[in-house]
């Protein structure tokens, strides 16, 4: 039987934020983001179902509903009715499942770094997905090779670069990685039919994309695309970022939802570090 609770990481004030987390299933991955969003947002994370950390088992046959079901568990645990979801990369995609199947809980959408619909596996990637156990060490190792271009990007200075890695490494060993629960998400995208969902969603929507040419996840057009199937989204663009300008830059990051928020729900909406001093 699955365990109905999930372990909520819950901090700073203001209007409610579910941060959802991307394919590596640990909210550990986004802490920079989670430090600067609490600026502004009451701020409420955790791990995926399936996670030995977040208490809670992972239902497969119910794919993306199972994981939107536990985004309204911590919700219903810290009595709130309605927040912005903001969904990473993966998560962007339970993100736009709750949204869509949840409207008057889903106060705006956010998303960040998100497939396009319609994105698939790479052929060497699904092989990947596919034999998680055999291929999944070389995934790991083809990392920072692919985000080279983005992470010089980001930070100009190597010794700034050094640092980020580090706090990388650290984060790894604090919160280890299972590829075979990454490649059990991965193969999960092409089950959900995300522009049908986009057409029905109501909610005020911002889409965050790095440059093109920095991400080595998703295409440049995911941004537009989404732009053009929800009828009131925004899209913006973090410069000097690809899939992680959320770690990479984390105050800019912070600023654009606060942005975005202040705009879309009518005003100045959310809480600063001076409001609470």
């Not at 179902?49 to 088992?57: F, I, M, Q």
């Not at 903001?86 to 709750?98: E, I, Y």
């Not at 699904?126 to 055999?134: G, H, I, S």
Request: positive net charge; contains cysteine; glycine residues 8%.
């Amino acid at each position: 039987m699955a365990v109905r609770r999930t372990e909520v990481i819950d901090r700073g004030a203001g209007i409610p934020l579910v941060l959802v987390p991307g394919m590596q299933g640990r909210w550990e991955y986004m802490r920079p983001a989670v430090d600067a969003l609490s600026q502004y947002f009451r701020v409420m994370t955790f791990s995926l179902a399936g996670e030995p950390a977040s208490g809670r088992s992972y239902d497969g046959t119910r794919g993306f509903d199972d994981l939107a079901d536990q985004v309204e568990t911590v919700m219903d645990t810290r009595g709130v009715g309605e927040a912005i979801l903001c969904g990473v990369s993966f998560g962007g995609l339970v993100a736009l499942r709750f949204a869509a199947t949840r409207p008057t809980r889903a106060k705006a959408l956010v998303l960040v770094s998100t497939p396009t619909p319609g994105w698939h596996l790479r052929p060497r990637h699904d092989l990947y997905a596919r034999l998680p156990w055999l291929f999944g060490p070389v995934f790991l190792a083809e990392s920072p090779w692919r985000m080279r271009d983005e992470l010089r990007a980001a930070f100009p200075d190597s010794a700034a670069r050094r640092r980020f890695t580090r706090q990388q490494i650290r984060t790894f060993l604090e919160a280890p990685l299972s590829v075979s629960r990454m490649a059990t998400r991965a193969r999960l995208i092409a089950q959900l039919d995300a522009a049908a969902q986009c057409r029905i969603i109501a909610s005020p929507t911002l889409v965050i994309t790095g440059e093109p040419g920095l991400d080595h996840v998703i295409s440049s057009d995911a941004g537009s695309a989404y732009a053009r199937l929800i009828g009131n989204a925004r899209a913006a663009v973090l410069a000097g970022t690809g899939h992680l300008g959320l770690v990479t830059k984390p105050n800019a990051f912070a600023a654009t939802i606060k942005a975005f928020a202040d705009s879309a729900l009518g005003g100045p909406a959310t809480r600063t570090a001076h409001d609470a001093a």
